[in-house]
């Protein structure tokens, strides 16, 4: 008897923390689609996607002049990987890393406001690392 108790109360448990934790899959899902779509380069197919306040600051102009400046800097991005989630009450930040052929690691970060269930894009920044300085020659 003991034993079936514990199997239905270890079954419950994991049904309880399943759910839980999916609450916000389908928000993420949705972010990583708008990623994916926003690094296409296709700004018809993102403008709807983005905040008010993103699309006053990026138009179509700066939405071009963007990917053409990321194409000339960066060359051929070969991976893209989200590395950290983080929710607050009213954002999500994406944070991925990106390798391309002229820049060995970069960090894009990844704004969304969330607007009920719908995430919406609202701000973008490109982190490079610092490059590394010498030492110093010791006295």
């Given amino acids: 008897m003991k034993k079936i108790v514990m199997l ?20 993420l899902d949705a972010e990583e689609a708008i990623v994916a779509k ?3 380069g296709n700004y018809k ?5 983005i905040s008010a ?15 053409a400046q990321l194409a000339k800097d960066f060359g051929k991005l070969t991976t893209n990987k989200l590395r950290v989630i ?9 944070t991925y890393q990106i390798i391309a052929e002229k820049v060995p690691a970069a960090r894009f ?17 490109v982190l490079l690392p ?4 010498e030492a110093a020659p010791a006295k």
């Fill in 8 to 27: 239905l109360v270890m079954l419950l448990t994991l049904a309880f923390s399943a759910v839980c934790s999916a609450a916000s899959g389908k928000v």
């Fill in 38 to 40: 926003f690094m296409e």
């Fill in 86 to 94: 983080e929710k607050f009450d009213d954002a999500d930040v994406l």
């Fill in 109 to 125: 970060v990844y704004v969304f406001v969330l607007n009920g269930d719908k995430p919406l894009l609202n701000d973008l920044r």
């Fill in 130 to 133: 610092k490059p590394q300085q």
């Fill in 45 to 49: 197919a993102v403008s709807s996607l």
């Fill in 53 to 67: 306040d993103m699309q006053k600051n990026f138009t179509e102009t700066a939405y071009a002049n963007f990917h």
